[in-house]
């Protein structure tokens, strides 16, 4: 669809406003949750909702609002603004960019939707090692209610940092919301290969995450025989591709499988490596291909370590359920696109979002916007301030329809 011209332009000054938060030196940003950097992003996103002329405020976790209502239900569209390491500045940015682009919008066309737009604390978990926070513990997720003993890159526990700011871990769960909406890039190909505007996300996928400790004996790497070693890293190569191989084989049902941490001790050159922690992630919408994987996984390592006379522990450190968005919000954005004239096509979400946070507390709902070449957590993430716009605009005619506007 056509867009205004003064929209693209306003959109993009948004954008630029938060544009050099975090910077590094490699051309990527890190902005990680909880931490001076992230306040900055939430000091900026306070100023643009004043400039709007709306009302701001933050809730005991540090997540921060903008509103333009007084009532005591509302529509919400939320997102994040911390980022991964070195990471790109679209992911989260944009879809706090679409919940001001509708807000602005609605002022325009005289429209009395009752909206809030939510910047949720550490949805990424490269701080802690824990994703989705902020929006988490506002929505009392049972596996959130726990996590004070995370322990940050800085060495710090959350609840050290809580306290220092005065947050609470356990906060009153939030209430009021209507319906909850997220817009996000991809981060995948599909849209973009498929020449699609936007994507009506129908799952997000659920990850379940493990650890996976081999020992072996760390011994001088010239004195020590082949025949007489115990090589921990050996053992783990051959479980890294036995996992690549389970994970190539569920791909029909959508799942993915990934060894993305790899720690060797003592890691140094003339030393057999003794001991190697490995950090697995599978994500899938079916229960069943994720049971098969983890099986699968679990007897293959044993079975490889067995063979090399290695010992093997396992640990599985979190798992989150497949969390379908609600089908009366995926029909209603799609009538909505159908009307604007912007193409769009139902899919599934393999990364984890904010939205799946509210899925059991209210109605709930993904839009997705192409970036290139799927690239994201990643300096070289790019998308369109064009493709904004356009799931932005779905958002809103979408929620004129739900709350009578049109």
């Known amino acids: 669809m056509e867009h205004r011209i003064a929209d693209i332009q306003y959109c993009e000054r948004l954008f630029n406003r938060f544009y050099d938060i975090g910077s590094t030196e490699t051309g990527g940003v890190t902005r990680l949750g909880y931490t001076e950097t992230e306040d900055e992003m939430h000091e900026m996103f306070v100023q643009l909702g004043k400039e709007l002329g709306c009302q701001s405020r933050q809730d005991l976790v540090g997540n921060t609002y903008i509103t333009n209502t007084q009532n005591e239900e509302f529509y919400l569209i939320g997102s994040h603004l911390d980022s991964v390491i070195e990471g790109g500045r679209y992911d989260g940015v944009f879809g706090i960019l679409a919940g001001l682009m509708v807000m602005k919008w609605a002022s325009e066309d005289g429209i009395k939707l009752p909206l809030c737009v939510g910047a949720f604390r550490c949805e990424e978990s490269s701080n802690f090692g824990c994703c989705t926070i902020g929006s988490g513990l506002i929505t009392k997720e049972a596996y959130k209610q726990d996590i004070g003993s995370v322990v940050s890159k800085s060495g710090e526990t959350l609840e050290s940092i809580f306290k220092r700011r005065g947050y609470s871990l356990h906060p009153t769960k939030i209430s009021g919301i209507k319906q909850y909406l997220e817009l996000h890039i991809e981060q995948g190909k599909v849209l973009e290969e498929c020449q699609t505007s936007v994507g009506i996300v129908q799952t997000i996928a659920g990850p379940r995450r493990f650890k996976l400790y081999l020992r072996g004996l760390a011994e001088h790497s010239g004195a020590t025989p082949m025949a007489m070693r115990y090589d921990a890293l050996c053992a783990a190569s051959e479980i890294i591709l036995e996992i690549e191989r389970i994970g190539k084989r569920e791909s029909a049902y959508q799942s993915v499988a990934t060894v993305g941490v ?145």
Request: net charge negative; hydrophobic share 40%; aromatic share 4%.
């Open 262 to 406: 790899v720690n060797v001790h003592p890691n140094a050159m003339n030393v057999i490596p003794g001991e190697v922690e490995l950090g697995v992630d599978i994500r899938g919408i079916e229960i069943s291909s994720l049971n098969r994987i983890e099986a699968d996984m679990k007897d293959a390592a044993r079975r490889i370590c067995q063979n090399r006379s290695l010992e093997f522990l396992e640990e599985k450190t979190s798992e989150i359920l497949p969390i379908d968005m609600s089908s009366s919000v995926q029909a209603g954005l799609e009538r909505a696109a159908k009307k604007l004239g912007v193409s769009s096509r139902r899919m599934i979400s393999g990364a984890g979002h904010d939205a799946m946070s509210f899925a059991n507390l209210c109605e709930t709902g993904m839009v997705f916007v192409p970036c290139r070449k799927g690239i994201s957590h990643n300096r070289t993430e790019f998308a369109s301030i064009v493709s904004l716009c356009d799931g932005a605009r779905v958002m809103y005619e979408y929620l004129k329809g739900e709350a009578g506007c049109f």
